[in-house]
């Protein structure tokens, strides 16, 4: 079943009852919806009058539910997750903290080779020209020390959108739309990470000392694209005018938690598929496997 990602945008009173979220108005006695705990993977609150009770927040983490608060400009600022998501958490976190330099470095190679296979796919489908993602893709070493990924960024967002576009988080339009969407997988991945019995801080890549997500970052990166294309979607048929954030479009770009992907020659949705992502890498921590399962597109 899949998994439903919930957003708060106005004032509310969220409280739990018979095991269901119920949504109040602060004014009104009467309830506006209820929605079952086990239902619900993503919390999204975006509003600085909603009132969440802390039972409410233990039902929710006890569900390994991520809760994601919004800052003043209405973009993601933090994920509240669950300590342990895993009965063998302290056995699987030691494995984590015990992985080599050179396994750590083939799945950094196997991560960038299948972000940029993602975002040839994005280019592809748009009808440009990707010969130097594949001849990029061949170049790729263990542990990338030659930053393909970053020279293949390089050419993907002047293609994707055009020559002034610059990806930086606080550039020019679409830059906040991407943010957004980023920040949902984020914590989708972070969420399959606990699930799966790993801290997402440690990561394979990612080493910032002042990021308590560095793992959800490294794995999170094959997924990006499928944000891309959702927000060059929205992008091209006019929907995004400004570096303004709307509802209607945060609407949209939640949908990238339902998004198809393929994986394992199968499509599935994409909150699904990361969860198989994530127990794909505590395999390979584990040495029960050598390669992550990652996703990809369509053949176009």
């Known amino acids: 079943m899949i998994k439903r990602t919930l957003y708060f945008g106005n004032p509310a009173y969220l409280s739990l009852k018979d095991k269901q979220l119920l949504v109040k108005k602060p004014d009104d006695s009467s309830y506006r919806a209820t929605v079952p705990v086990e239902d619900i993977a993503i919390v999204v609150l ?17 569900n390994t539910a991520a809760i994601i608060s919004c800052d003043s400009s209405h973009l993601p600022s933090s994920i ?16 984590q903290m015990e992985v080599t330099i050179p396994l750590k470095k083939q799945l950094w190679k196997q991560t960038v080779e299948q972000k940029l296979k993602n975002q ?3 280019l592809k489908s748009i009808g440009k020209e990707t010969k130097r993602f594949d001849y990029l893709i061949d170049r790729i070493e263990p542990g990338d020390v030659t930053n393909v990924e970053g020279r293949a960024a390089a050419y ?8 002034k576009f610059i990806r930086d988080q606080n550039g020019a339009s679409p830059n906040k739309h991407l943010n957004y969407a980023y920040s949902v997988i984020r914590a989708i991945v972070a969420r399959g990470l606990v699930s799966s019995g790993m801290h997402p801080a440690f990561g394979i890549f990612h080493s910032n ?9 490294d794995i999170m990166e094959p997924y990006r694209p499928f944000a891309d294309q959702i927000v060059y979607n929205m992008y091209s048929n006019g929907e995004i005018s400004s570096n303004n954030l709307e509802t209607n479009q945060k609407a949209s ?25 994530t127990n794909s890498l505590f395999e390979c921590y584990a040495v029960a496997k ?10 176009f």
């Not at 050598?290 to 053949?299: G, H, M, V």
């Open 156 to 163: 993907y967002w002047k293609e994707l959108f055009d020559d």
């Open 253 to 277: 770009l939640l949908k990238v938690a339902t998004a198809d992907v393929i994986l394992d020659n199968k499509k599935s949705p994409l909150m699904v598929a990361v969860s198989r992502t």
């Open 290 to 299: 050598r390669k992550i399962l990652y996703p990809s597109f369509n053949e």
């Open 46 to 62: 975006d509003n600085y009058q909603i009132t969440i009770t802390n039972q409410l927040i233990e039902a929710l983490q006890n």
């Open 120 to 122: 040839s796919a994005v």
């Open 209 to 217: 000392k002042y990021n308590a997500y560095c793992l959800a970052d």
């Open 80 to 95: 509240m997750l669950p300590m342990a998501g895993n009965n063998t958490t302290t056995e699987r976190m030691r494995l």
